[in-house]
């Protein structure tokens, strides 16, 4: 297949699909009028809490929400230190402890948790554990070492701190057109192709334990206990008040809790891949604008490579740069994937690479490549109306804007724009 090159107002080197995957868009095109189905049911908000099967609306195509699949809790051990107490020594004690196992609350991409779609997700992981979990970004590293206990017996000791480490895994809701048994369309909320790790934990609680006490069963004060080493001769000897070196459990244990080296993208997402190489295209020969339902803004690529994708309206000046082509395109489900080309400067729709993670993140475009921050999930209406909604393929994140203005960036949002404007139009030119 040839390079997409940018040619002014002509496309060169576009090959059409086959009559058969054109035909899979040919209802996203179908003449602006009333939707097939009779009225659209009234839109989900967060509070309602959708589930998989649920009707959803128009207004929701441009939206996504959390649900959870797999949870795990560990009683885990974030500060520890081998303490010995002798006659004469006891009362209260403060101890620097040393940090045994850092976690820190992540979901999917976004270890920083300044979106909406993550706070949703761990606070559904809260609510189906009964567990009081932290659901914004923190790391327990950040706590303080310190530990003020009254010791009111001689003995050794495990001075902790600890917490219970709740992981999993996570889907995404999107809302789609589903065929029903009889042959009509209806939108129902599915699970989309977005789907990633979390990482939180609970509330720190500290302490400290004896070999001789007794105590619950698969509890944070069980594993300081585990971890204090009672079989060891460190435990069983003499010592002077005060500090204990750690034993080879402890430190072993400390060693196999240090996180495994990031990447930035969780398990269960695409992997962003390299730019050196431009990619050849596969286009549906239609274009189209991406329009705002009902108005005359629009998609508008940027002339400039450090601007974004902007609404504007479209008028003889605007030298195709409202003009996308959908390529590359595939479907699973119901679900398009595909790749929006630029017919007036030739690139294509990404999220920049350097703020990939980022909430509100601008839309742009760029040389076309092989990358998943260039692949797109469009969820549509059903036939009879053009409506869709946008989703990048890497992020998990919606396309939206803020407000309806000329010259406003599309943008993503992790959970979409909940008000409805992530649903656009697509508007064939």
Known sequence: ???????GRRARGLVALTVTAASTLAAITAAAGPAAATGHPKPVTTADQPKLGDACSSADLGTRHPFIKTTEVSPTITHFKGWFVTEGTTGNHTVSTTTQTTITVSVGLDGKIDGTFGIDALSKVGASLGLNVKVD?????SESNSVTWNFNRPGYYGVYKGTKKVTGTYGSLNCNRVQQGDGGWALKWIE???????????????GAVRCEDKVPANSIMAKAKYLLDCGSAAAKAEHPAGAVAPTAKQTQDRLA????????????????????ARAALDCQPGAYRIDVPGKPLNW????LANDGI??????????????????NVRENNGVIEASLWNWGNGGCATIPADIANREQAYLTTANCAEDDLQRFYIYRDVPGSSKVGVQNKYTGSMMGHDRYADGELIRQFSSGRQDGTGTYTLTGV
């Open 137 to 141: 970004y923190s790391s327990t590293s």
């Open 310 to 327: 902007r609404l504007r309206e479209s008028t003889i000046f605007s030298a195709h740069l409202d003009n996308w082509r959908l390529c």
């Open 300 to 303: 508008s690529a940027p002339l």
């Open 192 to 206: 989309g192709p977005g789907s990633g790790n979390f990482t939180t934990y609970t509330t720190l609680e500290e």
């Open 1 to 7: 297949m040839s390079h997409l090159r940018s040619s």
């Open 257 to 276: 809790q240090r996180p495994a080296p990031t990447s930035g993208t969780s398990a269960g997402q695409p992997k962003a891949t390299g730019r050196s």
